[in-house]
């Protein structure tokens, strides 16, 4: 056989160009690293001999520039370079002559943490804000950061081109073009929009009836009828929960030191995919998560769902060998409060554990409020080596019904041992005579025969014992004694102030009516928690999740910083929009199918990606929003639409794709993972395993499952390309597609060209590219060496339909 001829050759190579480059908005997550990790490290160990009051031998490193002074040949920090960097190899001690801190040697995390900011580029805050107020200054001007203001309902701009209106959302749009001297572009052809709106509600592309259909229709409610289509579709919930489990930072595993099984962890996956496509409200949906066995339910379905739900506070990477009970406790709530400050407020309140927030008006006293409501909810089973999570028991009918007949049979061979050693007895007591005293260990004068039969009995109860049901359960919390945290100075739990009363962020309550909850002195407080969160009046969560929504749909949310509302985030590009969707938002009942609705019916959404010339270099990133954004299909789309078009996608939802027993090693020191990604299920349903994901997502970037994620990156790497044209999953893709192509028109070339564009592309074939098409056919045949004409026909189809399947069309949505 040939090589690939000319045509694959040249459409490969054209697909190329789709790997759009990321965006370089970590600025704000290195700073957040820095202050997290860093910082505090530097405060316990450094800054007593090399800080504000004393610089030993000159050095001073509590701040960037001393940091990044040279001594002799070589600076404290090089930035991007830990080998180059004193201070990298100073920590190590691998210099007799330079090793600190000189009381003792950094742990290997810390020591790692040191090496990974520098390689990263050594982000600090003093590289790229402006001076910052001191901590107390930070709380005083919290009411002048834009996110901490009250919501406003603000008026409807005025716009010149008023017909070009479809929805409200256009008319905040609009008034930011013209206010530039822009128009918006043109409106995008229907089979570009049904493509668009088909891959963002449901992560799969429209068939051809469905393109069929919407391009018949005429009447005025087209768009809305797709729309509506899509979001009654049970896809929907699957593509807008991956969305979500993001955020969450869901994984299948553990990961860090012992990668175990989260074996149950997909009732909560299959929760939240539910739980979306019955639109439940925003305001519960939170509250469940949060504080779920702490609500009300109505029948014992709805009880498992709640309890299901507080998975949520669970899912989080643990160190179960860590030693340290305490520490380990602490670290568990402090990854709790870093996933609710991130996920619900955009907020990253875990940088004010070891002492007020440097940038947010997050006080350590606030951060520690927080802290005694987890500490105050029982997250782990047990502490000790290796420590266990916490499990919630589920009621099950079926469940209920097979321990009843176990109990039952259990108990009937029990009761057979107990007649033999009853009969056994009183025949040895028969034979020693009335009133003689039994043996200490009557079953060793037993005859042979009953001792055996005694053994087979007991035998028999073991073997049925292991066949015990095990009642289904969920990962979750529950409420445990209540009690106050204490402050830790400098975030240790050896070094403890005085206790802080459980509460939420007093600086963020302050800006609603109800911004302080009382919390009763046998709470926990996680209920009054979720409520303070979902209150209509809290300026934070609302416009954190119509930005995600927004971001989702048009990736770049209207606040680029999707988690970080702070000052060290971006200010939204139109204010006034994210406004009026978060109180139209509210007053919709916390619809997020109503958002939708709201934003994509709107002439915003319903624009081409093309812009002319002018534009580009007025608009040139697009913050106006003159155009639609071009995006690239992310790693789950990109396998499940190659699949879908194939024809063999399996739409089977929910259950479990986890071989490995609940809380048995996935992936451990032997770098052994049996976990097997070959079901064509979507991807939603396999399993995520931090510290070794599949390999098609980890190219396709997909996210980080240790730590909320609501701003997934887009690289540009080689090995994507490879990937594409050398992986057996895409060749079988291709050739299964090819065999669809031939089953559906068994002999007109031309005619399975036109399905191949129809299927994976949503479009008719253009007659040049039919012909070139047509003509690589013929040619890949003319030059085969091979004489299996069956063969060469296979081996050129797949070819074709691999070249299409890694086009820049396929992999972009415009």
């Known amino acids: 056989m040939p090589c690939a001829p000319r045509l694959l050759t040249a459409v490969l190579l054209l697909a190329l160009p789709w790997f759009a480059r990321a965006a370089s908005g970590d600025e704000a997550a290195g700073t957040e690293f820095f202050e997290r990790k860093i910082r505090p490290l530097l405060a316990e160990h450094c800054y007593k001999c090399h800080g504000e009051q004393e610089q030993e031998g000159e050095l001073r490193l509590d701040q960037l520039r001393d940091l990044l002074t040279p001594s002799s040949d070589r ?30 040697k950094l742990s290997d995390e810390q020591i790692a943490d040191l090496t990974r900011w520098v390689e990263i580029g050594a982000p600090h805050p003093e590289a790229t804000a402006a001076p910052q107020p001191s901590a107390g200054a930070a709380q005083e001007s919290a009411g002048d950061h834009w996110a901490f203001q009250p919501l406003q309902r603000p008026a409807r701009p005025r716009v010149a081109n008023s017909t070009w209106v479809q929805t409200p959302v256009d008319e905040y749009v609009l008034a930011r073009l013209e206010s530039a001297g822009l128009s918006p572009a043109a409106e995008a052809e229907r089979r570009d929009w049904i493509r668009r709106a088909t891959f963002d509600l449901t992560g799969l592309p429209p068939t051809p009836d469905d393109v069929a259909v919407f391009l018949a229709d005429h009447s005025p409610e087209a768009y809305l009828h797709v729309v509506d289509r899509l979001l009654e579709s049970p896809q929907y919930g699957e593509r807008w929960g991956r969305h979500w489990l993001d955020v969450a930072r869901y994984a299948d595993s553990n990961g860090l030191d012992e990668n175990v099984a989260h074996g149950n962890a997909w009732r909560y996956r299959d929760w939240v995919i539910a739980a979306l496509n019955d639109d439940l409200p925003y305001d519960q949906f939170l509250q469940q998560q949060i504080a779920g066995d702490l609500l009300p339910a109505s029948d014992p379905q709805q009880r498992n769902a709640h309890l299901v739900a507080t998975g949520f506070l669970t899912l989080g990477p643990k160190v179960l060998a860590e030693v340290d009970e305490t520490k380990m406790e602490m670290d568990i709530i402090d990854e709790q409060i870093d996933t609710i400050g991130k996920a619900v407020l955009g907020l990253t309140l875990g940088c004010a554990r070891c002492h007020d927030h440097k940038f947010d008006p997050i006080t350590s006293r606030d951060y520690y409020a927080l802290a005694g409501i987890f500490q105050s909810t029982i997250t782990m089973e047990s502490f000790t080596k290796i420590a266990k999570w916490n499990e919630n028991q589920l009621h099950d009918p079926e469940f209920d019904r097979m321990k009843t007949e176990f109990d039952a049979r259990l108990a009937c061979e029990k009761q057979k041992l107990d007649t033999l050693l009853a009969d056994a007895t009183a025949a040895l007591q028969a034979e020693l005579g009335q009133g003689a005293a039994l043996p200490e260990k009557p079953e060793e004068s037993f005859p042979q025969a009953t001792r055996d039969e005694l053994a087979k009995q007991r035998a028999s109860i073991a073997e049925i014992e292991k066949q015990a049901p095990q009642p289904p359960a969920a990962m979750g919390v529950h409420d445990g004694e209540a009690q106050n945290a204490a402050l830790h100075i400098r975030g240790s739990h050896l070094t403890l102030g005085d206790l802080v009363p459980r509460g939420v962020p007093r600086s963020i309550g302050a800006t609603f009516a109800a911004g302080k909850p009382a919390i009763g002195a046998q709470s926990s407080g996680r209920l009054e928690l979720a409520r303070w969160l979902t209150d209509p009046q809290n300026p934070l969560t609302v416009r954190v999740v119509v930005n995600r929504v927004w971001r989702w749909h048009f990736g770049r949310g209207l606040v680029e910083t999707a988690d970080n509302f702070g000052q060290l985030g971006s200010e939204p590009t139109h204010p006034e929009l994210l406004d009026w969707l978060a109180a139209d938002f509210i007053d919709s009942g916390w619809s997020l199918k109503k958002l939708h609705r709201r934003i994509m019916l709107s002439a915003t959404y319903r624009m081409a990606s093309a812009a002319d010339r002018a534009v580009l270099e007025r608009d040139p990133e697009n913050r106006l929003l003159s155009r639609f954004p071009a995006r690239r299909l992310e790693a789950e789309e990109v396998r499940d639409a190659m699949l879908a078009v194939a024809g063999q996608l399996d739409m089977t ?110 479009r008719e074939v253009s007659e040049a590219e039919a012909a070139q098409a047509l003509e690589y056919l013929q040619r890949f045949h003319a030059e085969s060496a091979s004489t299996e004409d069956q063969a060469t026909d296979d081996a050129a189809w797949r070819m074709l339909c691999q070249a299409v399947l890694v086009s820049n069309e396929f992999f972009y949505v415009r």
């Open 653 to 762: 939802m929910g259950g479990s794709m986890l071989g490995t027993e609940n809380r048995k090693h996935v992936f451990d020191h032997t770098s052994k993972d049996d976990t097997t990604y070959v079901a064509p299920r979507r991807s939603v349903y396999l399993p995520v395993i931090r510290n070794h994901l599949h390999d098609s997502f980890s190219l396709f970037d997909y996210a980080d499952a240790s730590v909320p994620n609501g701003n997934r990156n887009t690289s540009t790497v080689a090995s994507q390309a490879l990937y594409l044209m050398n992986s057996d999953f895409v060749q079988d893709v291709a050739s299964h597609l090819a065999a669809r192509l031939r089953s559906e028109n068994a002999t007109d070339q031309r005619a399975q060209v036109e399905t191949l564009y129809q299927i994976a592309l949503g």
């Open 75 to 104: 600076h404290v920090i090089a930035p991007g370079k830990p080998a180059s960097s004193l201070l990298i190899t100073a920590v190590r001690y691998v210099d007799a002559d330079l090793q600190m801190p000189p009381d003792g």
